[in-house]
């Protein structure tokens, strides 16, 4: 543990915590935090009479009333009953949770339950002293868990549009939606540097460089809470906007999500930290702690730098929000106890998980015993409601504020003129060779790709669900898709648009705009391995060069939460646009796209990297002032219509030399389930029962141990036809599988068949939510011998073509039927035998 340790400030502190020392590397330590981090000036100044009406407060509040305000609870764990009871603090809506679990909710359900949580914390019957409740949300770009909110592009493509204004506005449209519902708290924006793309979080930050990150942080502070210092701070078209995650969660090693920051404590600042300068000079009111560690310490647990450097040196007053059970990660803790977080200087558990009312009870039994001192839980409590006194929560329930309720608030027209320009000017032109952009809009253009018309995928992850799939178009009322875009001015322009996913077509079109990219993800569902897109598949490249190999020039619109590495799309693009995850307004892409149809530039590019591009697959720490610095376009780098294209259409194809003796056989059942698989079955309504014993049934399909080599080493199959039957191997955690994919390996598994007949039989592979592909069988066990046991095999490449991403399997293998059948399987893996041609093959 880090210590503070001249005299005098070892007594202030040691008010607070059990320790401090004296110790001559604790001094040196000191003067490193006030050589490193600055003292900083808010622009929220203490104000004396708030601070004496908290004091006022604080000191009527009971111990079990001091611990309700440090504990947020998740909404889909908690009633209004249990804030009156416990007299909870604070609730979150965790991604993909809604009131009353309905995802259509309308903004006046989110408004009847912030009003019930409101109104269950300002009732004082049982004597308590009434402290309203804060609702906070993930509204990370625009209002994103409602339905109908303007969604901005992520934040990627806000770094490319190099607009401090626009993002201020932003801001403050999403603290008008949010308010609109009777939410206070935005958990936006994330201040991430992000040095490795592989990083799933990656989208979520601004740029791989701290000075866009600085430039932002303080602007969408601003936004958010209105002016410090002024009279529009807080007040009721504004709330509270929270820093997030402190610190260091852009630069773990690897790019793992929630993983080991172990950057010396100067590269800790310089490039980490900016954004929490700028955003504290603007007087953000809170700061969420990191799941991530720096050089080991989890930051929830870190008294260093939550107490010392942000609180101490830094001079932050609002409050330190944990991260979703975050606590339970520190060195000794569980999610139902952690003296060490809020000994540590953490403000407010994010008690996510169901057991919350453990934590309640444990923490108030550790602040009776003394083992959280006095001082510190006064002093985060203190914190808390400073910050609500500012917000002026005292002052009205969420229903009398102005915005409350107000449907015309959420997506409005003018918020999506907004959202629209950030899509046009977040927009990176990569490639126009020729100068085929801008396109003749009376053209007849053919738009491919399965991100042509899928509002869902150019939105990304955070959209109405965590992950941001499970989505469909009618999900998004009053959004856009791209080709909505495209054909409106087309047709206005005496042109056509022709939608056709897999770029078919009956009439040859003068052009094709093709969509395509990453599907949806979030945290650590992201995390990839390889910089490659499509690896083992390029299913998108097949696409563009079928268009190329007709003749018909290709525009690429490239949608992603990273730049990847695309060598061989970009040749076989004619224009390449890097779109990022633009969000609801799809059609801001069209006005950059087309011309008038006079002939004119609509609007041109203005979109910069504000992340490096790889000119390899395996260019994982690409950063602008790296000492050998070869991206592909550097930071910075983005065309306008002004500029001649000379990128050649010979970029090197080669991805990094797999060693395919690294890869072992990758084993899913041998004798047994192989760690971490597990085999269940699943019902028609997709139930899950787990194999136990020696055998597993449903009233749909039941797996019984037999024998094949050895006692038990395989499992018999049998589907009754009642209904669709299941066999699975699942794990809940996601395992990245691509290098089998990459080393172009295929699913094999040992089949006896004991009755087919017209049954038809499926192997599948998932990926998550929405995420799989199937591949039917029947016909090769079919032409196998009955009651005879042979492998069989299929190549990856057949699942990955039909849209499996092997960078997150939760499913590696399962058979699936409807019809009453019987088969037994053992020996199930992917293995890589370059000499055998698969039974099922796709390459
Ligand atoms: C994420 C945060 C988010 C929180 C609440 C966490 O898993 O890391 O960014 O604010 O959940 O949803
Ligand atoms: C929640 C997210 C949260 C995540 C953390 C999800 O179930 O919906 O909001 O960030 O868990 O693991």
Partial sequence: MRMLTSVISCAVLCQALVACSNDESAVAEQSSSTQIWPAITSDVKTDSQLEDKVADLLSRMSSAEKVGQIIQAELKQVTPQDVYDYHLGSILNGGGTFPNNDKYATPADWLATAEAFYQASMDDTDGAVAIPLIWGTDAVHGHNNVIGATLFPHNIGLGAARNPDLIERIAAITSAEVQATGIDWIFAPTVATVRDDRWGRSYEGYSEDPEVVKAYAGKIVTGMQGRGGTEEFLDDTHVISTVKHFVGDGGTEGGVDRGDNTDSE???????????????????????????????????GSEYLMTQVLKQRMGFDGFVVGDWNGHSFVDGCSSISCPQSINAGLDMFMASEPDWKELYANTLAQVNSGEIPAARINDAVTRILRVKTRAGLFESSPSQRPLAGRNDVIGA??????????????????????????????????????????????????????????????????ASSIFDGIQKTAEAAGGQAILSVDGSFETRPDVAIVVFGENPYAEGHGDISTLEYQPGSHRDLALLKRLKAQGIPVVSIFLSGRPLWVNAELNASDAFVAAWLPGSEGDGIAEVLLKTSAGDVNHDFKGKLSFSWPNKADQFLLNRGDADY???????????????????????????????????????????????????????????????????????????????DS?????????????????????????????????????????????????????????????????????????????????????????????????????????????????????????????????????
């Fill in 266 to 300: 100067q590269e800790l600042f310089d490039i980490h930290a900016q954004g929490y300068v700028s955003a504290l000079e603007a007087g953000v009111q809170s700061v969420m702690a990191s799941f991530n560690s720096w050089q080991g310490e989890k930051l929830h």
């Fill in 630 to 708: 070869q991206p592909l376009f550097p930071y910075g780098y983005g065309l306008s219509y002004e500029d001649v294209d000379t990128l050649s259409d010979e970029l090197s194809e080669k991805a990094p030399v797999l060693n395919k003796d690294d890869l072992a056989v990758y084993k899913i059942f041998n004798r047994t389930a192989i760690a971490p698989w597990k085999l269940s079955v699943a019902d028609s309504e997709n139930v899950l029962t787990q194999f136990s014993g020696n055998r597993v049934e449903n009233s749909e399909v039941s797996v019984l141990a037999a024998d094949k």
């Fill in 711 to 843: 006692q038990e080493d395989s499992r018999k199959v049998t589907w009754s036809g009642k209904g669709l039957g299941a066999v699975v191997f699942k794990n809940s955690d996601r395992t990245d599988l691509i290098k089998y994919l990459q080393a172009s390996a295929q699913l094999s598994f040992d089949v006896r068949v004991h009755e087919l007949n017209e049954s038809e039989i499926t192997a599948r592979i998932e990926c998550g939510a929405g995420c799989q592909a199937s591949v039917d069988i029947s016909g090769e066990l079919r032409s196998r011998e009955l009651n005879t046991w042979a492998p069989i095999t299929i190549d990856l490449k057949c699942f990955a073509d039909n849209g499996v991403d092997f960078n997150k399997i939760d499913v590696p293998f399962s058979l699936i039927s409807q019809s009453a059948s019987k088969i037994a399987f053992s020996n199930v893996s992917y293995v890589h035998d370059s000499d055998s041609q698969s039974d099922i093959s796709c390459t």
């Fill in 413 to 478: 027209a003018e918020h999506r003129n907004v959202a629209r320009q950030a899509v046009r000017e977040s927009l990176v032109l990569l490639k126009n060779k020729d100068s085929l952009l801008p396109l003749d809009p009376s053209a007849n253009i053919l738009l491919a790709g399965d991100g042509a018309d899928n509002i869902g995928k150019q939105a990304g992850g955070w959209t109405i669900s965590w992950q941001g799939t499970g989505n469909t178009n009618e999900d998004f009322p009053g």
